[in-house]
């Protein structure tokens, strides 16, 4: 472990858990409360949309859903990453239809209107014989976009009640928190990682019948690990984990890797090393609030988003990044982490299932949390003060992450 990070970890033992309880049923089930966690968490906090190493070029484009809205995510000429609407300001028209792509500017496919890769309106048809037309008003309408470690964060709120300052920030409910104030606590952490420059190796989508909060609750624990991953049990044991707690919208920590052993089907390292890390036999596990699940390995990063798209169904976007080196060596082997890691997803998906099935049984009743689940009964009471009459203020202090414990 780098020296940097010593100091923030602590044992799980010293996480309460006793006497907290699992979620009551229309935490997962209500499509009331779908709607208002769509509009009170996932349209006010940042979220993770993806890696600056998946648009390098000025004119590179990825095209994100989120809670309904098509964003437009692309590198301008300057190479600042900026986000905006899918939607022309002419009619209304959907600008890209592609998931990604290229282009030199982005251009309606109905009248022809022309906007730069900042989003200013650059050409518009004979709108010059309308009186008082005036470009500069119909840019695209941008999205709160920014970069932390190399990941691209966007956030929906519109800025009705923004940041005033820093001394103020947390007096009112409805600030909105730039990106560099909401990772604030991480600063310098993960450095040594290199997070920034690593680069995708694959993607895998994956549709999961159960809701968005079953997969935190299972990121954040390996009580479940000798029954459920019987592989990922002989390399890393699950009694192994310490959590490390820091303010902000995350928790999370570490597990031990057996001497000798990596994360992958043949147990070896499959690549370089992604940074300056002083401990090899260690995985860190964050999952950072709302939709961001964190793996740091010694070799590669593995990143989930996760996009509720109803009360009882999540799709999960799972990343796999290297180290640029990695690609230039000839036993590089990128297959070995990703198909023991997609086997284990796979796993804990069948479960988050199975326990959506039974959460909608009218027999089930919140279940106390084991002295190995600290980190989902802290989810739990952060979950249960967003519905509380302090939602605004607590919203912002939230944090959730993994540790396995």
Known sequence: MHRQARHAFRKTKRIRSAGAKSLPQKYFVSPEMFAEEQKKIFSKQWLLVGHQSQIPDAGDYVVQQVIGESLIVIRDKSGEIRGFFNVCRHRGTRLKEDACGHASAIQCPYHAWTYGLDGRLIGAPHMDEVPGFDKAEYSL???????????IFINLNDGEARLRSEATA?????????LERWFAPLNGKFSHWNMSILLPAKRIEYDVHANWKLMFENYSECY???GVHPQLQKISPYDSAENDLAEGPFLGGFMKINPGKSLTMTGNACGAFVGKIENLQQVFYYSIFPN???????EYVMVHQLWPQSPERTLIVCDWFFHPDAFRRKDFNPEDAIEFWDMTNKQDWHVCELSQQGISSRAYKPGPYSSRERIPAAWTNIICALWSAKLGARSREIGLTRSRS
């Open 292 to 298: 961001m699940l964190l793996s740091m390995h010694p």
């Open 224 to 226: 479940h690990c000798p």
């Open 141 to 151: 309408r941008a999205v709160n976009t920014g970069v932390w470690e190399g990941f």
């Open 170 to 178: 947390r007096q009112r409910s409805g600030d909105f928190i730039s």
